[in-house]
């Protein structure tokens, strides 16, 4: 059957594939046909996306990508078993709300490391000549809405969002010549364990108003994962150093 947005024959690594949105899009890249690397720290959590995909072939590596040394032997592990990468979804990442009296050092470093620095670690080593498959491959970032807007508390949280869509245009202009396409996908409010305890989703009247301010609605894992799909397939092939916002029309006002 017809199908430009296949998966088939692709090995794509998902990164926070232990909760939300990486659960998702480990679970949906493997119904549309690919071998699927779960990446993420709970090992536990892992085996349960693990059990929802289908397909054969997939495997799970959990890391706290963090730990930047061990980033290197992991993905040189993946390739011995796996083969030559065609895709990364990067959506592990953190969040919070943190006045500007609030932030200190610490926070500055620990959000840098975990939104930004681990992104760029875990892409230079796919990146490597012979660890990216002879047909090109496709490298999503995970921004946010805040990486192009703002929201008062989210200033740090949006500091990392807008490097990785402002980094992955300079990327796309040096990849392009071996085929690898860098892009970003910025979503709107989704309810997940990132956010679950965050006033703006449980208490009542603070929901209503985000409800509000996304004219669809809230969105929901699958919105996320199936745009995710499309960066990854071949559909896509004429589509790099793009930031595609997903948000149920969040920014659209
Ligand atoms: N949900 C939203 O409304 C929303 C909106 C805009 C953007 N986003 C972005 O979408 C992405 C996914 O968010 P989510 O809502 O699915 O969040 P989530 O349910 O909290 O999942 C976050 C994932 O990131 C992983 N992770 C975090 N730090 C890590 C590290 N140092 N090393 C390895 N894995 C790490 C977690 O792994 P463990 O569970 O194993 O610790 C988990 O799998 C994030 O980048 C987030 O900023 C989300």
Not at 12 to 41: F, K, N, P, Y
Not at 87 to 111: E, N, P, R, T
Not at 116 to 123: C, D, N, Q, R
Request: hydrophobic share 40%; aromatic share 6%.
């Amino acid at each position: 059957m017809f199908n430009p947005f296949s998966l088939a024959g692709k090995t794509i690594l998902v990164t926070g594939a232990s909760s939300g949105i990486g659960r998702q899009c480990a679970i949906d890249c493997s119904r549309m046909g690919a071998r699927v690397v779960l990446i993420g720290r709970s090992e536990e959590r892992l085996a349960e996306t693990f059990h929802e995909m289908i397909g054969c072939g997939h495997m799970i590596t959990a890391i706290d990508l963090t730990d930047f040394d061990r980033i290197g032997g992991c993905v040189t592990d993946i390739i011995s078993q796996c083969g030559p990468i065609h895709g990364v979804l990067h959506c592990a990442g953190i969040s919070a709300i943190l006045s500007l009296k609030q932030m200190d050092i610490l926070h500055l470093d620990h959000f840098f490391r975990n939104n930004v620095y681990s992104a760029i670690e875990l892409t230079r080593e796919v990146c490597k000549v012979h660890h990216i498959a002879k047909e090109g491959a496709s490298i999503v970032f995970f921004s946010s809405v805040m990486g192009c807007v703002g929201e008062s508390g989210k200033s740090l949280y949006g500091m990392t969002k807008g490097a990785l869509i402002a980094g992955s245009r300079s990327l796309a202009c040096e990849y392009a010549k071996r085929k690898v396409r860098f892009n970003v996908i910025s979503p709107g409010a989704v309810e997940t364990p990132i956010n679950a305890r965050q006033p703006y989703m449980a208490d009542p009247e603070l929901r209503q108003l985000l409800e509000e301010k996304h004219l669809l609605g809230l969105g929901r894992t699958i919105d996320i994962s199936y745009a995710c799909i499309y960066l990854l397939s071949d559909a896509s092939r004429w589509i790099t150093g793009q930031n595609l916002i997903v948000d149920g029309g969040y920014t659209a006002r």
